[in-house]
């Protein structure tokens, strides 16, 4: 398997630890966006997977989250080194209605782990379609947002968004560090919101369990 990547991605001599994850996205996107585009053509669904999972696996694995700046919902500025815990980070656009389901499972989690995980729930939109969007998600889980009208937000965009799209779900450690990428399942506009919500919960756990396996014995 790792030497199919090699004429995948482009892999790097250096420990993929000391890259950052813009600059390993840089390198590689091109690559996988070209082999991911053919594959759609083809209706090979299960080579996208494969791509994707081998982006995440191979190369964006234990690379460092940049230090991104988001805003608040109250437009103050906010960096991620600001916070000291493991990352689970969702993130949304506006014209992807959240579940009431899927927020009541986000809400669950923040509940029950804030204090060994920060969680954020990152929308690509003026703050007025953030604010919207986010109804219904309470603390402590924190909403912030990045415009993609602002050029200000052009790096973090780039890097994230358009590089796996939305809904996605970050995870890292406690120094930023990527543990997995994950694509959030879509649902279906009649499904029932308590099977959303058990479906998402069950989802959620699974990278909810990635940090703590990962955490130091002596946490």
Not at 30 to 35: C, D, G, L, P, S
Request: charged residues 25%; positive net charge.
């Amino acid at each position: 398997m790792v030497m199919t990547i090699g004429f995948l991605f482009q892999l790097h001599g250096q420990n993929p630890k000391d890259l950052l994850f813009s600059s390993v996205i840089e390198k590689n996107i091109k690559a996988f966006n070209r082999k991911s585009e053919q594959a759609f053509l083809n209706n090979d669904m299960e080579r996208v997977s494969f791509l994707f999972d081998s982006l995440v696996n191979h190369v964006v694995k234990g690379s460092q989250l940049d230090n991104f700046t988001f805003q608040r919902l109250n437009k103050r500025k906010v960096e991620l080194d600001q916070f000291r815990k493991p990352l689970f980070i969702l993130t949304y656009s506006s014209w992807y209605p959240i579940n009431p389901g899927e927020i009541r499972a986000i809400n669950d989690l923040g509940r029950k782990f804030s204090k060994e995980i920060d969680f954020l729930v990152i929308f690509w939109d003026p703050p007025g379609q953030a604010k919207k969007a986010s109804a219904g998600i309470k603390r402590p889980i924190q909403v912030l947002y990045a415009d993609e009208k602002q050029n200000v937000h052009d790096h973090v965009i780039s890097s994230m968004k358009h590089s796996f799209g939305v809904p996605t779900l970050f995870i890292t450690d406690e120094n930023r560090r990527v543990l997995t990428i994950g694509r959030i399942p879509a649902f279906y506009y009649n499904e029932d919101s308590e099977v959303i919500y058990q479906t998402k919960t069950e989802y959620f756990y699974r990278y909810i369990n990635k940090i703590q396996e990962n955490a130091s014995p002596l946490d």
